[in-house]
Every structure is written in structure tokens, then in C-alpha cells.
């Protein structure tokens, strides 16, 4: 990506169309705030042109910290994916949440708008429980989305901390074999409630 290496900071990537749908309207407000930290970005997606140009001159404004990519390439999605620290994920909404699924499988830990899928998909990281591996806000907002990104800022400062969500989240599993196990066991528990209902 011809970026400086070795920020102090995270790298963060978006592998995505650039619609609307997918949060651009409460990320684009945030370019500048985020890229004056020693952080790095990279977008590979296409879209609407308006974004497209935005990204295109932020790209250029910081050439060291900030690369973007409009033509989609299996190749380099996959590396930016597993390249990342974090991958964000500001979505209006967000059915399937399939780019979470391959961001935890990465290792690469999601700052996103808790809808839709995501709510299926990511725990909120909670330090107080030691539960979680992803950071959600759940105001469609740019002060929201900014919120989630400095606390998953404030957490990768702590490598340890920050292995161990990684661990968890690549533990995850997203087989058939585990959705079907938990769609057996809601039957069954729909099955039992009934036959309490009835007795």
C-alpha cells in the first residue's frame, strides 16, 4: 500500500461497497480526526461517486497513512482483511454481517453499528466481564461511531489485552454445523414450552 510503516497506532481496513447503507454518510465526518493519529487506513471498494472522490482526496491529503482502492480485487481484499487491526463497520444496516465473519476469522477485531446481523455476529467487548471482541456502538451517529473507534483505540494500546480478544475472536465458529446445533436446541426449547403450555 506504500504506507509508512509501523504506526503507534492500529491499522484499520474496510473491505466494502460505498453506499450509503454502509455507514459512509457518519464515517466520511470522521477522516480527518482519525488520520491525524499515527494510524493507518485502507479502503478497497466502489460506489458512489461522491465517496469515491471523497476517499480519493483524503487519499492524496495523507499519502503515508491512507490508502484507497477502487477496484475490487479477491487478492487484496483477503490481505487487507488479514492485514488489519481493526476493520470498521459503521452500517445503517447490515443483514448478514458476512464481512464480521471474515474479519473475527482474521483476527482483525470490528468496531461496527450494533444492527442487524452484527448483533448476531460480534460481542461487545465488556473489560469489566472480560467478555467480548468487538467494539459496537449502537447509535447511528458519527459522535457514536467515533466513540467505539477511540475505546478499541484505547484497547489495542494493551498488546495483551488485545491478543486475547483477537484469540476469542478467531475461536469463533460460523460453521452450518454450529448453526444448526443452535437452531436444534431453540426447537427443542420451543418444542418444551409448548408441551408445558398444553399440560
Known amino acids: 500500500m506504500k504506507l509508512t510503516p509501523k504506526p503507534r497506532g492500529p491499522v484499520f481496513g474496510m473491505v466494502t461497497r460505498l453506499v450509503e447503507e454502509k455507514g459512509f454518510e457518519i464515517l ?9 493519529d499515527d494510524v493507518r487506513l485502507i479502503i478497497l471498494g ?10 480519493a482526496v483524503a487519499s492524496r491529503k495523507f499519502r503515508t497513512k491512507f490508502a484507497y482502492m477502487r477496484n475490487y480485487d479477491e487478492k487484496l ?17 447490515e443483514p448478514a454481517a458476512l464481512s464480521a465473519m471474515y474479519s473475527l476469522k482474521y483476527g482483525a477485531l470490528p468496531v461496527a453499528r450494533a444492527t442487524g446481523g452484527i448483533q448476531e455476529i460480534i460481542q461487545d467487548y465488556d473489560p469489566a466481564a472480560d467478555s467480548g471482541y468487538g467494539f459496537l456502538c449502537y447509535e447511528y ?15 489495542f494500546r494493551d498488546r495483551n489485552v488485545w491478543t486475547t480478544l483477537m484469540k476469542r ?31
Open 46 to 55: 466502489e460506489g458512489d461517486p461522491a465517496y469515491e472522490t471523497a476517499l
Open 169 to 199: 475472536a478467531m475461536a469463533r465458529s460460523f460453521s452450518w454445523g454450529a448453526a444448526a446445533q443452535s437452531y436444534e436446541a431453540l426447537y427443542k426449547e420451543l418444542v418444551g414450552a409448548d408441551d408445558q403450555v398444553a399440560a
Open 28 to 36: 466520511m465526518p470522521l477522516l480527518d480526526r482519525l488520520l491525524w
Open 77 to 93: 481484499a483477503h490481505l487487507i482483511e488479514a492485514g488489519v487491526d481493526i476493520t470498521l463497520i459503521p452500517s445503517r444496516f
Open 141 to 155: 451517529s458519527t459522535e457514536a461511531f467515533w466513540d467505539a473507534i477511540k475505546r478499541a483505540g484505547e484497547i
